[in-house]
Nanobody, 126 residues
Framework: QAQLVESGGGWVQPGDSLRLSCVVS????????MGWFRQAPGKGREFVAAINWNEGHTYSLDSVKGRFTISRDTNKNTLYLQMNSLKPEDTAVYYC???????????????????WGRGTQVTVSS
């Protein structure tokens, strides 16, 4: 059974940076990909970014393009999200997720992800 464990969240001021990590054990997502989602207080969970595990092709939410970068280390089986120029509206719980066998149909949709971490809190506030 897959285990996904996020880390790296915290409280930062607007304009600061954070790097989230997601260590994967018990499963390999090399046939699909992985993604980051976030859920702000009182809102639904939204797609942030995704990456094809083998090819490295990335996808991201328009509002984070140029600020957030998703990457992976295939040797360490670890997913990353580098977040720069953070804004208060980026405040949310951030979840990593592993793609299911139909992940490629829509990498932005939660229903195509089979495994989820428990999340890490990111708070951006002055």
């Amino acid at each position: 059974q897959a285990q996904l464990v996020e880390s790296g969240g915290g409280w930062v001021q607007p304009g600061d940076s954070l790097r989230l990590s997601c260590v994967v054990s018990g499963k390999n997502f090399s046939e699909s990909g992985m993604g980051w989602f976030r859920q702000a207080p009182g809102k639904g969970r939204e797609f942030v970014a995704a990456i094809n595990w083998n090819e490295g092709h990335t996808y991201s939410l328009d509002s984070v393009k140029g600020r957030f970068t998703i990457s992976r280390d295939t040797n360490k089986n670890t997913l990353y999200l580098q977040m720069n120029s953070l804004k208060p509206e980026d405040t949310a719980v951030y979840y990593c997720a592993g793609g299911g066998d139909k992940w490629v149909y829509n990498v932005r949709s939660q229903i195509f992800y089979s495994d989820w971490g428990r999340g890490t809190q990111v708070t951006v506030s002055s």
